[in-house]
């Protein structure tokens, strides 16, 4: 899901794999494992938390910029998809935002 959005890549860090647009991370986690963090807003975040403890938790160390620890066998797939888009139009630049079709995972525009 993470490399659907546009000018999305994988780098590995800090032993985690990251998924970044242009060079700023959105989402990350362990390559084996259960749980990825994912960038929301503080409201996002606590709305999450309360309604579904089990699958959202406050993420360690970013849980105060409004990322969230979400155990992927969980989550439903739509709300996943609307996570990572979410995330990504947090973390890209504004201009990359506003590209026809560029907030839609699997779409690209020509030239990229």
């Given at each position: 899901m993470c490399l659907s959005?546009?000018?999305?890549?994988?780098?590995?860090?800090?032993?985690?794999?990251?998924?970044r647009v242009r060079g700023r991370i959105f989402a990350m986690g362990l390559p084996e494992g259960s749980t990825v963090?994912?960038?929301?807003?503080?409201d996002d975040q606590?709305?999450?938390v309360e309604m579904d403890p089990k699958t959202f938790a406050v993420a360690a160390y970013t849980g105060r910029f409004g990322w969230i620890n979400v155990k992927l066998y969980r989550l439903r797939h739509d709300l996943g998809e609307?996570?990572?888009?979410?995330?990504?139009?947090?973390?890209?630049p504004r201009r990359l935002?506003?590209?026809p079709g560029a907030s839609h995972p699997g779409r690209r525009t020509a030239g990229r």
């Amino acid at each position: 899901m993470c490399l659907s959005m546009p000018e999305a890549e994988e780098r590995e860090t800090w032993g985690e794999t990251t998924f970044r647009v242009r060079g700023r991370i959105f989402a990350m986690g362990l390559p084996e494992g259960s749980t990825v963090s994912i960038k929301a807003s503080l409201d996002d975040q606590a709305g999450l938390v309360e309604m579904d403890p089990k699958t959202f938790a406050v993420a360690a160390y970013t849980g105060r910029f409004g990322w969230i620890n979400v155990k992927l066998y969980r989550l439903r797939h739509d709300l996943g998809e609307r996570l990572i888009k979410n995330a990504w139009e947090r973390t890209a630049p504004r201009r990359l935002v506003k590209r026809p079709g560029a907030s839609h995972p699997g779409r690209r525009t020509a030239g990229r």
